[in-house]
């Protein structure tokens, strides 16, 4: 159990292909160096499937997330095939035209149309893309699909430093469904949905509507309440398939069944959130901030996002120091009204700020609730019923080291 | 000059005495460690005095912040106490009293009524000040007011690494007349405004309501446009007091002689700014980042503020890595529509990218550009009339270790 308000076990392991009738494959053509996996490919057979997705909110979008845009709009889509290593951002008609490219040749190895292909690439931004080296990844990932999904989620790595899955079984009319996501992230994760990429599947038949309202709902719940760095991406999506193979009846918003299928969606995406954050680049502690009495769940979500996110605070994270007052300074630029008086701040259990002062406390102890893998800092703003958690992680040399050395 | 559209020499030394009629100290009372200074006075005895201010935009507010704005309404200023090491923020009833106390000592050696002394604070948050030290700080530094401006200049640093002073001088109406200010950062520093504290000073006579207009302009094209990590503070201020020495004819905001006094004032809290910049947490390299062609300044602004506020950019700037594609990242995630088909970027003199594709360059010339004291992104972003500049400076090691330190 993830979270106090879930339903469902959620298991770590098991990615994109624990839902029934889903093949996926990852290989190395040589875009990353070393040999590393670089392009995946993810497949159903089944001609009942529904995607919905959303995208990156950055001015500057990649040229496959325009091509997966058009292709799930199309409404037949049965594929993804997606390359790390290199974003295929910024790199203008020739960057576009490379994306086609690599849908129709991943189209054409399935035996699919063009446009029931979901492109998405991630990695640097401004180089082309080695197309024919991605050609050959892909002709070698179709040959080897399979019902194992590690080598899928090794493929659309960076910087992380560790694969990311998470598996749900609900029942729904009778019918064991499966909801299975595997995600990337590492830098560059912020809301909104500018984050990272992550692919969710499910077995269970739901219509298309519905799926597109679970997607934008639990995104907003879950990745897009995670910050690295405050840098939000070209490139970022979240594609949610349902292919229909548990046979049940199609899931839909009104139905009595939808707060199951939704919530094992959303649990799903709040593991793989939580993996992301804590795998943030250069990260050593997973940060949780829960605020609650907020008036809204929106305006507890800001507070708790604007602590989550910064430096200070996440630089305090890193040296074990219980420094609240960088709390309370986060939450107040945080672009939402709130009474300094009537907030108590907790590292853990221990409690350092209420009614507008310090509390006296074992400045040791709130130390100590830093230095766990995990660290939780809890604000209760009031007496509202707006509650929210996001998720980040602390701020360390070795964050500097790596995006003072990506590239050159 | 800082700046082609500067009309006005800049000195970078001298401060708020450098104007006639302005006395300061700066003295050490032990609220910083190591007999640092931190109490500063400044006064002026010319009754003509006009003060305005910009203050903080966070909700949260510490407690001198609102003695400094009842003093500044109150409209009779004539001297300013401050003291560095606490920022007595988030200390509750007490504080408040506390800020008060202060101000009310600093009357007293001053032979002035309370109301008449601006209050500012800044250090740690959350811990109450050490009045008794303060009070005593406040009577050495009163007797020893000068025409020197260094100690105070000393007095109101934190984890700064120098003073940061600037002087301009320009012809009102016969009169010739100074403008002079001191600052301090060096971390939370990011718009709006809730940012550091910064004390300017000009001789010349200058009606109030023409100050404020004055002040919150040119703080808004300068001190708001520079960024260090993105927090922003609960303490911080603008401070222009104009003590009316020179004895010109009153400023007025439609006088023909406006221009050259807002010139001025701009030329001095833009030079500071960058000093702040410069000087930000650990940071080896100033970052200037101008957007033209944007369809206004704001437009402008927001695009080159987000440039300069990546951490991604800040780490290729400390890796000496022209990562153009953070550059355009960060763009698109300003807020402000662009067209990034009609955008162009150079790292200093090499020009990287241009109508939407990479712009082949030498990357070694690139990097170079990068590895100077100073560092220029320029970016154009169509054929609008708007222009802006923000700085920045690179995130490094340093960073992480002061601010994984500073409390513990």
Not at 19 to 41: H, N, Q
Not at 120 to 145: K, M, N
Not at 244 to 257: F, K, R, S
Not at 363 to 383: F, H, K, M, Q, R
């Amino acid at each position: 159990m993830t979270d106090k308000n879930s339903v469902h076990g959620i298991e770590a392991r098991g990615g994109v292909t624990a839902p029934e009738g889903f093949l996926a494959a990852g290989v190395s053509c040589g875009v990353r160096r070393k040999g590393l996996r670089d392009v995946g490919l993810l497949y159903t057979p089944s001609e009942r499937t529904a995607a919905a997705a959303v995208y990156t909110t950055n001015v500057v979008k990649a040229a496959p997330v325009r091509v997966a845009r058009e292709a799930v709009e199309a409404a037949e889509v049965r594929a993804l095939v997606v390359n790390s290593g290199n974003a295929n951002a910024a790199t203008g008609e020739r960057g576009l035209r490379d994306a086609y490219e690599m849908q129709r040749l991943a189209a054409e190895e399935l035996g699919l149309a063009p446009r029931q292909v979901v492109v998405a690439s991630t990695g640097v931004i401004g180089e082309y893309l080695p197309v024919d080296r991605v050609g050959s990844g892909i002709r070698e990932a179709a040959a080897s699909l399979s019902r194992d999904g590690r080598s899928f989620a090794e493929a659309i790595l960076t910087t992380d430093t560790c694969t990311k899955e998470a598996v749900a079984r609900v029942e729904i009319g009778g019918a064991t469904v499966t909801v299975g996501g595997t995600a990337k992230g590492s830098g560059m994760i912020h809301p909104d949905m500018a984050t990272m990429l992550a692919f969710i599947t499910t077995d269970a038949a739901v219509e298309r509507e519905c799926l597109e309202a679970t997607v934008r709902r639990a995104a907003d719940r879950t990745f897009n309440r995670i910050t690295v760095d405050g840098d939000t991406s070209t490139n970022d999506m979240v594609l949610l398939l349902a292919n229909g193979v548990a046979a049940n009846e199609p899931v839909t918003l009104g139905a009595p069944e939808y707060p199951v299928f939704y919530a094992a969606v959303e649990d799903v995406m709040r593991e793989l959130a939580r993996q992301i954050a804590r795998d943030g680049e250069g990260a050593t502690r997973l940060l949780e901030v829960v605020v609650e009495g907020a008036p809204d769940e929106g305006a507890a979500a800001a507070l708790a996002r604007s602590v989550a996110g910064s430096s200070l605070v996440k630089a305090a994270v890193f040296g074990e120091d219980a420094n609240w007052g960088r709390v309370l300074c986060a939450m107040g630029y945080a672009g939402v009204g709130f009474d300094p008086e009537s907030t108590r701040i907790s590292f853990g259990p221990v409690e350092v700020f209420a009614a507008g002062a310090p509390v006296p406390h074992d400045v040791e102890a709130a130390n100590a609730a830093l230095a766990g893998d995990e660290v939780y800092i809890t604000a209760s703003v009031g007496e509202g019923p707006g509650a929210a958690t996001a998720w980040g992680c602390d701020l360390t040399y070795e964050y500097v080291r790596i995006n003072g050395d990506y590239r050159t």
